[in-house]
């Protein structure tokens, strides 16, 4: 489908609807350091059209988070005395999943490796749409057979240099040959693949191909990918399928990089002028 068909059939508001028509969007996001990511990603998410958005994060770095969000419900779990998320946060974790519709894992998480742990336990035992970036995807370095083990729509967002590390291929290699890489990772995980950078790609496991057109070099700055992890998250939890919403996200993320960089230029664009833009970017969804 072309932008303009999937922006006419996304699910349109009614005038007796409330939050709970909108989807809950769970992210698991966040460490000691990383409590931008965090933010990002959420804040996002809630900007994106979901009618609730919760944010897990370590309990060390929770009032820091709860301080910086309103309208993000922000909910503490079990940490390592190191500041990251710990397994004993998981039993936790899956109960408040089962109160969700889609969900982002990985912005700001760090590569600790009980995290990890954590994370692949995570995609394993969530049944729902999962959309993982960043140490979400570190995680299953060296484990990416584990991504095949989830049971619901599994979307990953990586640049060039993440999707390197967990397929072996050379970062030069997947560069020269993004759309045809992206498909065969896509097909061979049953994955959502949305390869980062110029041209952003988005490939789907039963070969469909999207080439996003949106977006520009000032976006080459801390934060920006962990908004579209939210945005993607966000529209899947509104009603859209995973390959549909990983489009939209890239479109409409690169659409809000368009509009901050009129206001801003290219060098002094960083990602909250980003996401301060998205509710225009996103109003042709509406």
């Known amino acids: 489908m072309m932008i303009d068909e999937l922006i006419k059939n996304f699910p349109k508001r009614q005038p007796d609807s409330h939050k709970g028509d909108f989807g809950h969007v ?40 709860a301080a910086k969000l309103t309208e993000v419900m922000v909910w503490p779990f079990a940490d390592t005395r190191n500041g990251f998320l710990s397994m004993r946060a998981r039993g936790e974790l899956l109960r408040s999943a089962g109160k969700c519709n889609s969900f982002a894992i990985g912005p700001g998480l760090s590569q600790n490796k ?6 692949r336990y995570l995609v394993e035992k969530i049944d729902g749409p999962v ?5 979400g995807i570190n995680a ?30 050379s970062a ?11 498909l065969k990772v896509a097909g061979e995980y049953n994955i959502v693949l949305v390869l980062k950078g110029h041209d952003t790609v988005v490939a789907g496991p039963g070969g469909q191909l999207y080439i996003n057109n949106t977006g520009n070099p000032g976006m080459s700055s801390g934060g920006v990918g962990d908004i579209l992890t939210g945005v993607i998250a966000a529209l899947i939890a509104q009603g859209a399928d995973s390959f549909n919403a990983a489009v939209l996200g890239a479109y409409f993320h690169g659409l809000a990089g368009d509009l901050a ?25 509406a």
């Open 140 to 169: 299953f370095i060296g484990h990416a057979d584990g991504l095949k083990k989830h049971k619901g729509a599994l979307v990953l967002t990586p640049h060039p240099g993440e999707l390197s590390k967990l397929t072996g291929l």
């Open 261 to 285: 960089l009129k206001e801003k230029g290219p060098l002094g664009l960083i990602a909250t002028d980003l996401l301060e833009k998205l509710p225009e970017a996103l109003k042709t969804l």
């Open 114 to 119: 009980e995290t990890a742990r954590l994370v």
């Open 172 to 182: 030069g290699d997947i560069q020269k040959n993004r759309k045809d890489i992206a």
């Open 131 to 135: 959309v993982l970036d960043a140490d």
């Open 26 to 65: 769970l992210v698991v996001a966040g460490s000691a350091g990383y409590t931008g990511a965090a933010y990002l990603a959420s804040q996002a998410a809630a900007r994106s059209g979901s009618g609730l958005v919760t944010l897990a994060v370590p309990g060390s770095i929770h009032a820091i988070l």
